[in-house]
């Protein structure tokens, strides 16, 4: 397995977070591709280190997460950035390492979600425009 640290994924990870996860620290989240990943149908992770591991290192929560390349990169842009939203979604409000589960983070709130950050940069392009 081979991480590559994400750039482009990290602007759009931190532009997502901005307009629409303002708990999300985004000095605090770090986009990576995975390559040669063994695992079936799964297409991106998001992960932590525990509390107690936090205590016992002193560290801060942090959060990776990882598109895996083989899948993620076959997908049309819009259903990229519905993934990079499903990760995102996962942290908690209380930035504090845990996990928000698939009680919220399905489809139907992914979806909804979406819609809007389509349309807050679809209206950040139109004021833009009329500078």
Request: glycine content about 6%; proline content about 2%.
């Amino acid at each position: 397995m081979k991480y590559v640290y994400a750039f482009d994924l990290q602007q759009i990870a931190e532009d997502i977070s901005k307009k629409m996860f303002p708990h999300v620290q985004i000095d605090k989240i770090k986009c990576f591709r995975s390559y040669g990943s063994s695992t079936r149908g799964t297409i991106a992770r998001c992960h932590t280190i525990g509390k107690l591991m936090q205590l016992a290192i002193g560290v801060d929560p942090h959060y990776a997460l990882e598109f895996i390349t083989e899948r993620f990169d076959k997908m049309s842009k819009e259903d990229q950035i519905k993934v990079i939203v499903h990760e995102l979604m996962h942290i908690p409000a209380t930035f504090g390492g845990g996990f928000r589960h698939h009680d919220h983070v399905t489809t139907r709130n992914v979806d909804k979600l979406y819609k809007e950050y389509k349309m807050l940069k679809e209206n950040e392009k139109e004021n833009n425009f009329n500078i």
